[in-house]
T-cell receptor, first 111, second 113 residues
Framework: AQTVTQSQPEMSVQEAETVTLSCTYD???????LFWYKQPPSRQMILVIR??????QNATENRFSVNFQKAAKSFSLKISDSQLGDTAMYFC????????FGAGTRLTVKP | DSGVTQTPKHLITATGQRVTLRCSPR?????VYWYQQSLDQGLQFLIQ???????AKGNILERFSAQQFPDLHSELNLSSLELGDSALYFC????????????FGPGTRLTVL
């Protein structure tokens, strides 16, 4: 069964600094999607970034980028120039026709 | 705004009661997924419908049921409610059967007293 592991329950970063959230997954499949979702205090689940496994190029969305290491089954999220509004729970997710979520990392951006 | 709508936003009810949560997917999406998130917990997948038919089932209790209607909106029915059913219930939608991106609605916060 596919599993998703986020080994950092909580992290903090100073405003304007860079932070990296870790995620590893376990699968024997070769075709899948990976996601990072953000859940701010409002509890809305917001898609941050998506990576298709067949793409070698790492996805980027403005200040958010990923480091996708397919052989190592690692999918980390880098947030550059952190802003107070980035304070949220971040969930890593794996989808191979069966979406699995990690337990989440609570990120606090400090002024 | 993801384009997925859920009603109601909040629901307060008593133990033993029955409630219905409603979800309208994004325009063009055929799949609807239901998730449960208890306080400070991760997301538990409940059930998926694709174009009106049940496609996948997760950790859904027998007291819970769902359906997807011809206009593709979906309803999640929760009956014989218990205190432990208090949670945030999310609906998500996607274009295809599964290997694609899920977009989440704002959720319905259920409180069972």
């Amino acid at each position: 069964a596919q599993t998703v592991t986020q080994s950092q329950p909580e992290m903090s970063v100073q405003e304007a600094e860079t932070v990296t959230l870790s995620c590893t997954y376990d699968t024997s499949e070769s075709n899948y999607y990976l996601f990072w979702y953000k859940q701010p205090p409002s509890r809305q689940m917001i898609l941050v970034i998506r990576q298709e496994a067949y793409k070698q190029q790492n996805a980027t969305e403005n200040r958010f980028s990923v480091n996708f290491q397919k052989a190592a089954k690692s999918f980390s999220l880098k947030i550059s120039d952190s802003q107070l509004g980035d304070t949220a729970m971040y969930f890593c997710a794996f989808n191979n026709n069966d979406m699995r979520f990690g337990a989440g990392t609570r990120l606090t951006v400090k002024p | 705004d993801s384009g997925v709508t859920q009603t109601p936003k909040h629901l307060i009810t008593a133990t033993g009661q029955r409630v219905t949560l409603r979800c309208s997917p994004r325009s063009g999406d055929l799949s609807v997924y239901w998730y449960q998130q208890s306080l400070d917990q991760g997301l538990q997948f409940l059930i998926q419908y694709y174009n009106g038919e049940e496609r996948a089932k997760g950790n859904i209790l027998e007291r819970f049921s769902a359906q997807q209607f011809p206009d593709l909106h979906s309803e999640l029915n929760l009956s014989s409610l218990e205190l432990g059913d208090s949670a945030l219930y999310f609906c998500a939608s996607s274009v295809g059967r599964g290997l694609d991106t899920q977009y989440f609605g704002p959720g319905t916060r259920l409180t069972v007293l």
